[in-house]
């Protein structure tokens, strides 16, 4: 599978889901026209040169902001007058200090505010799924900064529209939730260019484009499908000769821009429907996981975000955790009666020895359900490990998803630990 493994590859840091191979030649920059500038690292960094000074959109992350810098200032030594942020991921937001400059404006969507306290108040719950997710060690956490900790760096918060002129260029700024709540596109119309963040291309994927994440597994607020549709149509009534995103390559042309934003709201329109449709037809959402495909027309991968997340993300976004089985309303999971059923099987073995054969059968996930249930009992059993691992193994080598496969990285590492701790 090159393709996965190539992915695999890609190094993925910060809370923003990005990608920048670690192995890559040195970035370059990009140049888009005359007075725009591209430089492609982790979240791409953009520079609008006026006559009257230069705005920045996006500023990476912090460990790669000072080389996006560097290129760009090697086009154009201009005063920063405007900071914009497309969102508060932190590969968008992590070279602002180094950018800012006395009376330098710093603009986003007004619902930026929340999203990095959220960010910043669940921080020590983040840290461990990011560090799993992205296969590096956990990052030291702070005391708690309370609710409302964040460093908030904007100085100029705007809810649907914010409009300025800077040395004769007009900048329009939309709010397009999506990908994060407070997502904002810029347009500038004199270049007819939409900067559009990661609503489109979140990681920056060749074609085809993966389909999105709208529920992402490190833990995420629900990514609301029917806003993020919303933002694309809004871009696309822009008309945009050029559309220019977080991550990956500029498109550019009318009708590839159409072709495939279209593409992408309406495979997102798509599975959201399927998810109502399913709901108010009373289907629960394993069914739907199981039922909702994407039709092969769409012609979109599912290497970074997978439909069967997204409809769990779309349903559980609208319903929340309670399924109508009243068992499920008390405190005591499903597994608290694990141990008892491993009793009733006459211990470990034959429930391992079917663990495996479901596996043989190619039936990995049952598999691993049943080493859950051995593990509760015994959490250090040798065998429940060992097959459990040979389970994530065999997914691990089938993977296409490379979210998943960080995922399975992660398992196959636990339970070698576990193996390796007798
Ligand atoms: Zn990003």
Same mark, same amino acid.
């Given at each position: 599978?090159?393709? +996965?493994v190539?992915? !695999?590859?890609?190094?993925?840091?910060?809370i923003?889901?990005?990608?920048? =191979?670690?192995?890559?030649?040195?970035?370059?920059?990009?140049?888009?026209?005359? *007075?725009i500038?591209? =430089?492609?690292?982790?979240?791409?960094?953009?520079?609008?040169?006026?006559?009257?000074?230069?705005?920045?959109?996006?500023?990476?992350?912090?460990?790669?902001? =000072?080389?996006?810098?560097?290129?760009? #200032?090697?086009?154009?030594?201009?005063?920063?007058?405007?900071?914009?942020?497309?969102?508060?991921?932190?590969?968008?937001?992590?070279?602002?200090?180094?950018w800012?400059?006395?009376?330098?404006?710093?603009?986003?969507?007004?619902?930026?505010?929340?999203?990095v306290n959220?960010?910043?108040?669940?921080?020590?719950?983040?840290?461990?799924?990011?560090? !799993?997710?992205? %296969?590096?060690p956990? %990052?030291?956490?702070?005391?708690?900064?309370?609710?409302?900790? !964040?460093?908030?760096?904007?100085t100029?918060?705007?809810?649907?529209?914010?409009?300025?002129?800077?040395?004769?260029?007009?900048?329009?700024?939309? *709010?397009?939730?999506?990908?994060?709540p407070?997502?904002?596109?810029?347009?500038?119309?004199?270049?007819?260019?939409a900067?559009?963040?990661?609503?489109?291309a %979140?990681?920056? +994927?060749?074609?085809?484009?993966?389909?999105?994440?709208? &529920?992402?597994?490190?833990?995420?607020?629900?990514?609301?499908?029917?806003?993020? +549709?919303?933002?694309?149509?809004?871009v696309?009534? #822009?008309?945009?000769? $050029?559309v220019? *995103?977080?991550?990956?390559?500029p498109?550019?042309?009318?009708?590839?821009?159409?072709?495939?934003?279209?593409?992408?709201?309406?495979?997102?329109?798509? $599975?959201?429907?399927?998810?109502?449709?399913?709901?108010n037809?009373?289907?629960?959402?394993?069914?739907?996981?199981?039922?909702?495909?994407?039709?092969?027309?769409?012609?979109?991968?599912?290497?970074?975000?997978?439909?069967?997340? *997204? $409809?769990?993300?779309?349903?559980?976004?609208?319903?929340?955790?309670?399924?109508?089985?009243?068992?499920?309303?008390?405190?005591?999971p499903?597994?608290? $009666?694990?141990?008892?059923?491993?009793?009733?099987?006459? %211990?470990?073995?034959?429930?391992?020895?079917l663990?495996?054969?479901?596996?043989?059968?190619?039936?990995?996930?049952?598999?691993?359900?049943?080493?859950?249930?051995?593990l509760?009992?015994?959490?250090?059993?040798?065998?429940?490990?060992?097959?459990? #691992?040979? =389970?994530?193994?065999y997914?691990r080598?089938?993977?296409?998803? &490379?979210?998943?496969?960080?995922?399975?990285?992660?398992? +196959?590492?636990?339970?070698?630990?576990?193996?390796?701790?007798?």
């Open positions: 599978m090159p393709r +996965i190539n992915f !695999a590859l890609l190094l993925c840091v910060g923003g889901m990005t990608a920048y =191979a670690a192995d890559q030649d040195q970035a370059k920059v990009v140049k888009i026209n005359d *007075s500038y591209m =430089a492609p690292v982790t979240g791409n960094v953009y520079m609008v040169i006026t006559p009257a000074g230069n705005v920045i959109i996006d500023t990476a992350s912090s460990d790669q902001a =000072a080389e996006a810098r560097k290129l760009l #200032l090697a086009e154009n030594h201009g005063s920063v007058k405007y900071i914009i942020l497309t969102h508060g991921h932190a590969d968008h937001i992590g070279g602002i200090p180094l800012k400059e006395a009376g330098t404006q710093i603009i986003a969507q007004r619902n930026y505010f929340e999203f959220y960010v910043t108040r669940l921080q020590g719950f983040f840290a461990p799924r990011n560090a !799993a997710a992205f %296969g590096r956990p %990052g030291e956490v702070g005391p708690w900064a309370g609710n409302f900790g !964040a460093k908030i760096d904007p100029i918060l705007f809810d649907e529209k914010y409009e300025f002129t800077l040395g004769g260029v007009q900048f329009e700024l939309f *709010s397009t939730p999506g990908e994060t407070d997502h904002l596109t810029v347009w500038l119309p004199a270049y007819k260019i900067f559009m963040g990661d609503n489109y %979140g990681i920056g +994927i060749p074609e085809p484009m993966s389909f999105p994440n709208i &529920y992402a597994l490190r833990g995420t607020k629900p990514r609301w499908a029917l806003d993020w +549709i919303n933002s694309i149509d809004k696309l009534s #822009l008309k945009p000769d $050029v220019l *995103s977080g991550h990956g390559d498109i550019i042309g009318k009708e590839e821009i159409t072709r495939r934003l279209t593409r992408y709201r309406n495979a997102i329109q798509y $599975v959201h429907d399927e998810v109502v449709k399913g709901m037809a009373g289907k629960d959402v394993y069914t739907l996981m199981q039922e909702i495909k994407l039709p092969a027309s769409y012609d979109l991968s599912q290497v970074f975000g997978k439909v069967s997340w *997204s $409809v769990r993300g779309i349903y559980d976004g609208y319903a929340g955790w309670f399924d109508m089985n009243p068992a499920t309303m008390y405190e005591l499903p597994s608290s $009666v694990y141990p008892d059923l491993v009793k009733l099987a006459g %211990g470990p073995e034959r429930l391992v020895r663990a495996l054969e479901k596996l043989g059968a190619d039936k990995p996930v049952e598999a691993l359900h049943l080493t859950d249930v051995v509760a009992y015994d959490e250090k059993n040798n065998a429940a490990l060992g097959a459990r #691992l040979k =389970a994530l193994d997914l080598e089938r993977c296409e998803n &490379y979210v998943e496969a960080g995922w399975l990285e992660y398992g +196959i590492r636990t339970t070698k630990e576990k193996l390796a701790s007798k």
